[in-house]
């Protein structure tokens, strides 16, 4: 099993598990990602995400590049892959609740592209990012570009991929790649998912769900977000908050 989905309580952990081939991601496993995270976005009982390596000391180092030789030439092939890429950085990027990557290594190529479609990244000291396709002489898509523009900024994005230089994790926390480096990122994923998933989570799923609308470009309210403001007063998780609020106590959603 080169791919899998744990749950703890509130928290769900989708794994990377082909330590041999440091977690390169074969066809197979890009078409399995939007399953997994359907499933942890369906389960009531998980609030928050973790995408992860089942290995320390490693994170993704992208696609299975053995994998793109054997099957270059066909046509079929790689539409089939470039679909399966983009729906797999999708279903992260739009997914309902919040996704974190805990970056124990390298994240590269198609490894990073999952990192930055998560909503926060914490990585290791050790870890190193970079995407490098002018290395490979591929073409990475708009949608891939575009999670790495909005993370980082234009000027950024393009020495990112005109360079397709590894960045080390201080580095990478200056240019926006990351957010955190901690000593163990899993375990302080972890303690941050738990944080998150403490709190009222209408409030959570609609704020993720307004700045990917900004990310996508709207610029001002519509029907639905306007509604989202406006009902969120009618909700059991408005009168928890403050009723404990006025209690002095810690609520409890």
Not at 26 to 49: C, G, H, K, Y
Not at 137 to 142: A, F, K, N, R
Not at 216 to 233: E, N, P, S, V
Request: one cysteine or more.
């Amino acid at each position: 099993m080169t791919l899998r989905l744990e749950r703890d309580g509130a928290i769900a952990r989708l794994l990377i598990d082909r330590p041999r081939q440091h977690n390169a991601l074969s066809q197979a496993m890009w078409e399995q990602f939007p399953q997994l995270v359907n499933e942890a976005m369906t389960d009531e009982a998980i609030r928050v995400l973790i995408l992860t390596s089942a290995t320390p000391g490693l994170f993704c180092a992208g696609a299975d590049i053995h994998e793109f030789a054997r099957h270059a030439g066909e046509e079929s092939w790689r539409i089939a892959n470039q679909a399966a890429i983009r729906a797999a950085q999708y279903a992260l990027a739009h997914a309902e609740k919040p996704v974190i990557a805990a970056i124990d290594g390298d994240a590269i190529g198609g490894g990073c592209g999952l990192a930055i479609a998560c909503d926060l990244r914490i990585a290791s000291p050790a870890a190193r990012l970079g995407i490098t396709p002018a290395k490979l002489g591929i073409v990475y898509s708009l949608f891939d570009t575009k999670l790495l523009v909005d993370l980082t900024g234009p000027a950024r994005a393009k020495r990112i991929l005109f360079t397709g230089a590894l960045h080390d994790a201080q580095d990478a926390l200056a240019i926006g790649l990351i957010d955190q480096i901690a000593p163990n990122p899993k375990e302080a994923a972890a303690e941050l998912a738990r944080t998150m998933a403490a709190n009222a989570q209408h409030s959570i799923r609609s704020s993720k769900a307004i700045i990917r609308r900004i990310l996508d470009g709207q610029a001002d309210d519509d029907a639905t977000t306007l509604a989202w403001f406006r009902d969120a007063f009618t909700l059991p998780d408005f009168k928890e908050g403050v009723q404990a609020f006025r209690d002095k106590q810690r609520p409890r959603f």
